[in-house]
């Protein structure tokens, strides 16, 4: 696709369910990061892949916070068990090369969780 | 580590008049800059960025920034505002020359007055 790809656009939990967010990176991109948004804050870091590698997860606020990308293109970020507090926007960007400078980031998938 | 602060959480200008969103940073190292601009329910786009040379650096949309590095500030400025620039925005470090995440702070939304 033109671009960085998110689904779903929104998801209604229940607390205690577990979900799965997809991020469909630009083509050939090497590097993807995900981050949480809370509702007026700026985007926090969870996590970065390097091609399938995960060079940095510091960002996963708990062992709840799940994230993978095992061929290196598609990720997907997995929340168990669902609490109140992971009501966020969940954005992705991904990059040509290493690192984020040319970042470009899709329009997130909103959570909420009820 | 690296730090982002945006001094104002909102700015309320009238349409046709110019406006100044302040932003300043704390890094050990070098970095580039850059500042986001994010519309109601939408993802991150890049407005402009700063990765060496000039110091006054020009985006789109009308939008310019100037790099200060003895102030730490990279504030951004736009001559005369129109309403379509109500959104939030937000500016964001990562380390120059490593393979590293983007660290943002927490946005500045501009209001635009008719």
């Known amino acids: 696709g033109a671009g960085v790809s998110q689904s779903p656009r929104y998801k209604v939990a229940k607390r205690g369910q577990d979900v799965a967010l997809r991020c469909d990176p630009i083509s050939g991109h090497v590097s993807l990061f995900w981050y949480q948004q809370a509702l007026g804050q700026g985007p926090e870091f969870l996590t970065y892949f390097q091609n399938e590698a995960q060079l940095d997860k510091s960002g996963l606020p708990s062992d709840r916070f799940f994230a993978e990308r095992p061929e290196g293109s598609v990720s997907t970020l997995k929340i168990q068990r669902t609490q109140q507090e992971d009501s966020a926007v969940y954005l992705c960007?991904?990059?040509?090369?290493?690192?984020?400078?040319?970042?470009?980031f899709g329009q997130g998938t909103r959570l909420t969780v009820v | 580590a690296q730090s982002v602060t945006q001094l104002d959480s909102q700015v309320p200008v009238f349409e046709e008049a110019p406006v100044e969103l302040r932003c300043n940073y704390s890094?050990?190292?070098?970095?580039?800059l850059f500042w986001y601009v994010q519309y109601p329910n939408q993802g991150l786009q890049l407005l402009l960025k700063?990765?060496?040379?000039?110091?006054l650096v020009k985006g789109i949309n009308g939008f310019e920034a100037e790099f200060n590095k003895s102030q730490t500030s990279f504030h951004l400025r736009k001559p005369s505002v129109h309403i379509s620039d109500t959104a939030e925005y937000f500016c964001?470090?990562?380390?120059?020359?490593?393979?590293?995440?983007?660290?943002f702070g927490k946005g500045t939304r501009l209001h635009i007055l008719p």
């Open positions: 890094s050990s190292v070098s970095v580039y």
């Open positions: 960007a991904s990059s040509p090369g290493q690192g984020a400078v040319e970042a470009f």
């Open positions: 700063y990765l060496s040379g000039s110091t």
């Open positions: 964001a470090v990562t380390p120059m020359n490593r393979d590293d995440k983007i660290i």
